[in-house]
């Protein structure tokens, strides 16, 4: 099920023009509202163990539901430098939108994160991931959108990185600080693919669109609230990185 569809086979039961006078204020009031318990977000520590930068640039490769919400959190972000919408797990050929919403591709909708690890750790990029950027319960679907393609995984580039998810994952696991168990799997990186260009930065340009105000909005509200050290109001978008 796309996106589009999940969201849009229940607006049209109570009449589009309805639906669009309250998501005006629906909009207004996700950024205004403090977080609820209702948006899956989840106080957690920050990891044990993290990484020992090596470099002034580096990339993290997250999945976890629909790539629009995961980049409009990670844009905002302090230090992360680009945040790309694409998709990752399967092949080249087969990297294209209503391809991987077979679910048979292999791919997952994932976010290519280029960060400055002296201004952000790889760690604290995992406790955003798993706090308020999606749920980690959920296996293979988020919120409305259900299929392999939505699934949480983290695709680890190097054996730090392994380790440090892996380490992470057990340590919220034993504390039990979510609903159920973290499903979130760990897969090797091999390639990332960009998303098509009407992927890109859709929170930020797309904020009255009816799937962003119920379902990415307050994910950003969220990662304001309890991370203010590590929030920033001016989002880094894909259209303003110079190559």
Known sequence: MSKSDS??????????LAAAAFVAVAAFAAWQLPAR???EAVVIPA???DEKPAAASEKAIFAGGCFWGVQGVFQHVNGVTNAVSGYSGGDKDTAHYEMVGSSQTGHAETVEITYDPSKVT???LLQ?????AHNPTQLNYQGPDHGTQYRSTI???NGEQQKIAESYIAELDKAK???GPIVTTLEPFKAFYPAEGYHQDFLTLNPDYPYIVFNDLPKVANLKQMFPGLYRDTPVLV?????
């Open 128 to 132: 955003v991931f798993f706090s308020v």
């Open 7 to 16: 969201f849009l086979r229940p607006l049209t039961r109570y009449g589009f």
């Open 155 to 157: 695709f680890v580039a």
């Open 47 to 49: 990891p044990s163990i």
């Open 239 to 243: 259209s303003e990185v110079k190559s």
């Open 177 to 179: 600080l979510f609903s």
């Open 37 to 39: 318990a209702a948006e």
């Open 122 to 124: 790889y760690g604290q």
